[in-house]
């Protein structure tokens, strides 16, 4: 009697096939779930092994392909990702605008804790764009209008960053004919603005900031046809005199590179400028500073390519040190990564040239170099 | 209805939702319109520092310098004959955008 009772028992327990489901689908979307979250975050990024640095001094050949493709990458330097561009150990982080000095400082020493290769840590200070008006009133470059004005405003700009934990101000502006700010670049013809532009570069430079001219090879402040989502521009002697003049000089650290398709005294192949080879190269030949991309993810270069990966391929293969990619994903970040390796190991870019990139970098970060 | 149909509805729900997290984990993207129906000319963004005000033809650029400043509220705005409903400011430069431009841009994966 007692043992069919337990029988009973036992048999009404038994799950049916929906329950058995519904718990099997529940334990699946769990761990589903959780991996989905772990990505997002990027948390399933591997983590780069560490570094021989002796006496401050890195051997190339001991950095993984990834270390060094990584270390070409400038990323948005947003604190919710922080750990995973810190894994990859990516090259330099980009920082907006913010409410106070704090909040900078905090960032920028959240950042760079525990980094044996620090980023380059970069902002966008200049003409009239002031990252900082919440907290800094600051002169435009419009209101400059004499040499030793632009070298104090460069010394007190560099300063500021130097302070505040920066590394790189990708700034002067040296393009020509600003039609669209009205404030961002010098005034004067192209030999007073290169001639101001590079009183303010000595004087950033002299705080031991890295100052960067753009937007090489020239006509971004124009007012463009808004019928063509590709965009060309014709460069005259006048547009490039600025670039020449400051590069020839050697004075300036870097230069960033535009997305235009250019014709005239510089002629990017009719393909954007920043993907241009013929563009690039000569000018890395002439200039041993760091030659930096505008942001990629802009639509006069994303509209040129099929595919992404293309895109990166030949912003890397153009030439470019430093690459900048804004992307909020550290994971797509991280694909951009291993496409380059995937195209280096395939031969379609050189890793001398990758070498040649991450030996400008950390030379720039001032470490020694072998 | 009975406990059996619930768990069925169950169970397909949660079938369904297991696939796209699977195809959101291995990011199988599904074909789909996204932004190529987007007519950019149609948007605007204009760019004021003091009194200058100049309209910005390249919206993704636009998008980034709009990305990079303090702040982004809702507020009305005209230019020429037309209506900005979002300004994104930093000190004395803004970028107003309407509507369309600000979805946009909201899409996009700087943003």
């Given at each position: 009697m007692?043992?069919?009772?337990?029988?009973?028992?036992r048999?009404?327990?038994?799950?049916?096939?929906?329950?058995?489901?519904?718990?099997?689908?529940?334990?699946?979307?769990?761990?589903?779930?959780t991996?989905n979250?772990a990505?997002?975050?990027?948390?399933?990024i591997?983590?780069?092994?560490?570094?021989?640095?002796?006496?401050?001094?890195?051997?190339?050949?001991?950095?993984?392909?990834?270390?060094k493709?990584?270390?070409?990458v400038v990323?948005h330097?947003?604190l919710?990702?922080?750990?995973?561009?810190?894994?990859?150990?990516?090259?330099g982080?980009?920082?907006?605008?913010?409410?106070?000095?704090?909040?900078?400082?905090?960032?920028?020493?959240?950042?760079q804790?525990?980094?044996?290769?620090?980023?380059?840590?970069?902002?966008?200070?200049?003409?009239?764009?002031n990252?900082?008006?919440?907290f800094i009133n600051?002169?435009?470059?419009k209101?400059?209008?004499?040499?030793?004005?632009?070298?104090?405003k460069?010394?007190?700009?560099?300063?500021l960053?130097?302070?505040?934990?920066?590394?790189?101000?990708?700034a002067?502006v040296?393009?020509?004919?600003?039609?669209?700010?009205?404030?961002?670049?010098?005034?004067?013809d192209e030999?007073?603005?290169?001639?101001?532009?590079?009183?303010?570069?000595?004087?950033?430079?002299s705080?031991?900031?890295i100052?960067t001219a753009k937007?090489?090879p020239?006509?971004?402040?124009?007012?463009?046809d808004?019928?063509?989502?590709?965009?060309?521009?014709?460069?005259?002697s006048?547009?490039?005199?600025?670039?020449?003049?400051?590069?020839?000089?050697d004075?300036?650290?870097?230069v960033?590179?535009?997305?235009?398709?250019?014709?005239?005294?510089?002629?990017?192949?009719?393909?954007?400028?920043?993907?241009?080879?013929?563009?690039?190269?000569?000018?890395?030949?002439e200039f041993?500073?760091?030659?930096?991309s505008?942001?990629?993810n802009?639509?006069?270069?994303?509209?040129?390519?099929?595919?992404?990966?293309?895109?990166?391929v030949?912003?890397?293969?153009?030439?470019?040190?430093l690459?900048?990619n804004?992307?909020?994903d550290?994971?797509?970040?991280?694909h951009?990564?291993?496409v380059i390796?995937t195209?280096?190991?395939?031969?379609?870019?050189?890793e001398?040239?990758?070498?040649d990139?991450?030996?400008?970098?950390?030379?720039?970060k001032?470490?020694?170099v072998? | 209805?009975?406990?059996?149909?619930?768990?069925?509805?169950?169970?397909?729900?949660?079938?369904?939702?297991?696939i796209?997290?699977?195809?959101?984990?291995?990011?199988?993207?599904?074909?789909?319109?996204?932004?190529?129906?987007?007519?950019k000319?149609?948007?605007?963004?204009?760019?004021?520092w003091?009194?200058?005000?100049?309209?910005?033809?390249?919206?993704?650029?636009?998008?980034?310098?709009a990305r990079k400043?303090?702040?982004?509220?809702?507020?009305?705005?005209?230019?020429?004959?037309?209506?900005?409903q979002?300004?994104?400011?930093?000190?004395?430069?803004?970028?107003?955008?309407?509507?369309?431009?600000?979805?946009?841009?909201?899409?996009?994966s700087?943003?």
């Amino acid at each position: 009697m007692r043992s069919k009772k337990i029988k009973k028992r036992r048999e009404s327990k038994k799950w049916t096939i929906h329950e058995r489901t519904f718990l099997i689908l529940i334990i699946v979307l769990l761990v589903l779930g959780t991996l989905n979250v772990a990505k997002a975050s990027g948390w399933l990024i591997p983590e780069q092994p560490q570094l021989e640095i002796i006496d401050n001094t890195i051997k190339l050949d001991s950095m993984t392909l990834e270390q060094k493709i990584a270390q070409m990458v400038v990323v948005h330097g947003g604190l919710y990702n922080m750990q995973a561009f810190k894994d990859m150990q990516i090259g330099g982080a980009h920082l907006f605008a913010m409410d106070s000095e704090g909040s900078y400082s905090d960032t920028i020493s959240q950042l760079q804790s525990g980094l044996q290769i620090p980023f380059f840590i970069t902002v966008d200070y200049e003409g009239c764009l002031n990252p900082f008006a919440n907290f800094i009133n600051a002169t435009t470059v419009k209101d400059i209008d004499g040499i030793g004005q632009a070298f104090e405003k460069g010394s007190i700009d560099g300063k500021l960053l130097h302070e505040l934990g920066f590394d790189i101000n990708f700034a002067p502006v040296v393009d020509l004919d600003d039609q669209i700010w009205g404030c961002r670049s010098f005034t004067g013809d192209e030999k007073e603005v290169a001639e101001l532009a590079e009183a303010y570069i000595l004087g950033l430079q002299s705080k031991g900031i890295i100052a960067t001219a753009k937007h090489y090879p020239g006509k971004t402040l124009v007012i463009k046809d808004p019928h063509k989502n590709i965009v060309s521009a014709q460069i005259s002697s006048e547009d490039i005199y600025p670039y020449t003049y400051l590069l020839g000089k050697d004075e300036v650290d870097s230069v960033m590179v535009s997305h235009i398709i250019t014709t005239g005294v510089v002629d990017s192949g009719g393909i954007p400028s920043v993907v241009s080879p013929n563009l690039i190269m000569p000018l890395k030949k002439e200039f041993s500073g760091l030659v930096i991309s505008d942001e990629i993810n802009m639509l006069g270069l994303k509209n040129f390519y099929p595919t992404l990966d293309e895109l990166y391929v030949d912003v890397f293969k153009a030439g470019n040190d430093l690459v900048l990619n804004f992307n909020e994903d550290p994971n797509e970040i991280y694909h951009m990564v291993l496409v380059i390796k995937t195209a280096v190991e395939e031969g379609e870019i050189p890793e001398e040239q990758i070498d040649d990139s991450v030996r400008r970098i950390l030379v720039a970060k001032g470490f020694d170099v072998e | 209805m009975t406990n059996k149909n619930v768990l069925i509805i169950a169970n397909v729900s949660l079938f369904i939702i297991c696939i796209i997290l699977i195809l959101t984990l291995f990011e199988v993207k599904v074909p789909t319109t996204g932004m190529s129906i987007v007519d950019k000319e149609e948007m605007l963004c204009v760019v004021n520092w003091r009194d200058n005000y100049n309209s910005w033809t390249d919206i993704d650029s636009c998008c980034l310098e709009a990305r990079k400043q303090l702040t982004c509220v809702k507020e009305q705005g005209y230019y020429m004959d037309k209506t900005v409903q979002w300004r994104c400011q930093t000190g004395e430069l803004s970028y107003w955008l309407d509507s369309k431009a600000y979805n946009y841009c909201n899409k996009l994966s700087v943003w």
